[in-house]
């Protein structure tokens, strides 16, 4: 059985949710908070490459391929992630990609 648009956002959010309380233990100098950022980042967006591709245009348009870019950039590439995009990320991207989710939660919960 497929899982909803609905749900999958859902899990993007709380993968989002548990990356801030690892933020909120420390910064990402400390290497086990970075590794736990990153991972949990990486299941965001893992998530939502699960979601319909209507919803993906709708929520992402032409930055979808950027954040699919970072998810396997993580997964294949981890040993080499430098920790300065994943802070700019975290930073200037995930508060833009988080309310993106809200918006679209809001209208899974309308439909």
């Known amino acids: 059985m497929r ?3 609905g749900e999958l956002v859902s899990d993007a959010l709380m993968h ?8 909120a233990r420390g910064d990402l100098e400390d ?9 949990r980042l990486a299941a965001a967006i893992e998530a939502l ?21 970072t998810r396997n950039r993580i ?3 981890y040993a080499y992630i430098d920790m300065s ?3 700019a990320t975290v930073v200037h991207d995930l508060p833009w990609l988080e309310d993106r989710l809200r918006e ?3 209208l899974a919960t309308d439909e």
């Not at 490459?49 to 870019?69: H, K, M, Q, V």
């Open 3 to 5: 899982r909803s648009d």
């Open 16 to 23: 989002i949710s548990v990356l801030r309380k690892h933020l």
């Open 31 to 39: 290497q086990t908070v970075a590794d736990a950022v990153t991972l």
């Open 49 to 69: 490459a699960n979601c319909s591709d209507e919803l993906r245009i709708r929520a992402f348009g032409e930055d979808w391929p950027l954040i699919w870019a």
């Open 75 to 77: 997964a294949h590439g």
């Open 85 to 87: 995009i994943v802070t």
């Open 104 to 106: 679209e939660a809001i």
